[in-house]
């Protein structure tokens, strides 16, 4: 009798971004955390000539002959994610065996964290694996990403896949969405980072998320340039009267949000928290009146925190419509932070929050042992 194959399983973190919010889709800077929650997808080859994905967590997921992989629809559910994947793989002439692939995932669903490129990272590690191939991380990062725009239809930026990929423990990834060059920034020492969760989540967030992405591209069309990271802050005066009003504030916010990841990465070097808490504040209310992603609950989660003692910054983090605060915090005030900043939001909107204290943990691999 043969000996059963073992089942390996494949992990890839959420993320949270510390500065540089709808940057990346212009190809700009951003400034994620990959985080210790994480997506374990477990795979066992099978005997039915199939792909399936299933979740007892996320609910019924789908079955598709390996063969007809790459001609697949989506469904509109969770599934699409590590379909789309498996898609793209079958589309890059990678062969998936018949497998059975289980999904676990301790990221926050639909909350701003990332929990679909953890998903999409953690699918694509174990079908190419499974399939005998090895392929470079960018290319993993860029066909989770098409994976998402092509077949679960947000036209979102590269960041989380490159989180979920290149995260490193006790750092941030510094990433220029243009060039695709990275590198790792150390955090500042004795401070912790704390996520909160509003527990808000918009209906029409994906739409109008791709409206964001849509009006970039306008502004960048009308001011001749091939992306708004065309533009920089020095150039900003004299181009902002070519825009119309929408397209002018959202130009506005990308703008100055790059500049802004330069100068935290700066300021984490020299260990300015008070330059920090200036960066976030701009960065939130440029977010929030700007941009207009952010929601009452944020705009309290942001304007609270900075009220408690121990607090160095804070701002809404991810695409926003919802999802959650990211709060630096000094470690000794962490406890005491996290019971203040959910009173307060009790107070305010009846409803507790949700408090992560998150160490930035190493990106996607195969989980040993
Ligand atoms: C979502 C997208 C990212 C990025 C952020 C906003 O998380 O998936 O690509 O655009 O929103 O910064």
């Known amino acids: 009798m043969k000996a059963p194959l073992p089942m390996r399983t494949f992990r890839a973190p959420g993320r949270v971004n510390l500065c540089g919010e709808h940057t990346d889709y212009n190809q700009g800077y951003v400034l994620p955390v990959a985080l210790d929650m994480e997506c374990r997808a477990a795979a066992a080859p099978a005997g039915d000539g199939r792909l399936t994905i299933d979740s007892a967590l996320l609910g019924p997921g789908g079955s598709y002959r390996v063969e007809e ?116 920034v150390a955090l500042l020492a004795g401070m912790r980072i704390v996520v909160v969760d509003s527990g808000v989540k918009h209906k029409l967030a994906a739409s109008a998320y791709n409206r964001r992405v849509s009006e970039c591209a306008a ?49 984490c070097a020299r260990g300015d928290a008070g330059a920090l808490r200036e960066i976030m504040r701009a960065a939130h209310r440029s977010l929030s009146r700007d941009y207009e992603v952010s929601c009452p609950e944020l705009d309290f989660l942001v304007e609270a925190a900075l009220e408690i003692d121990g607090v160095v910054g804070a701002r809404m983090t991810g695409g926003g ?20 900043i959910a009173a307060r939001y009790g107070q305010a909107f009846r409803r507790a929050p949700r408090v992560y204290c998150c160490r930035a943990a190493a990106g996607a691999g195969e989980v040993k042992g």
């Open 321 to 340: 419509f919802g999802g959650c605060t990211v709060n630096l915090v000094r470690a000794e005030a962490v406890e005491s932070f996290c019971a203040a």
């Open 219 to 267: 502004a960048a069309r009308r001011l001749g340039v091939e992306s708004l990271r065309g533009v920089s802050v020095e150039d900003w005066p004299a181009l902002e009267p070519k825009l119309p009003d929408i397209p002018r504030k959202r130009a506005r916010h990308v703008v100055h949000e790059n500049r802004r990841v330069l100068a935290f990465v700066e300021a």
């Open 69 to 184: 992989l790459t001609s697949i629809a989506p469904r509109g559910d969770w599934s699409d994610y590590p379909f789309g994947v498996a898609r793209q793989l079958a589309l890059a002439g990678i062969e998936i065996p018949p497998l059975a692939v289980s999904i676990t995932s301790t990221v926050p669903l639909g909350a701003g964290l990332g929990s679909s490129a953890a998903l999409e990272a953690a699918v694509a590690l174990a079908l190419t694996q499974l399939a005998g191939r090895e392929l470079p991380r960018l290319q993993t990062a860029k066909l989770c990403q098409a994976a998402e725009r092509e077949f679960a239809g947000t036209q979102c930026g590269i960041m989380d896949q490159f989180a979920a990929l290149y995260g490193a423990e006790n750092r941030a990834v510094l990433l220029d969405c243009r060039s695709l060059e990275h590198r790792l």
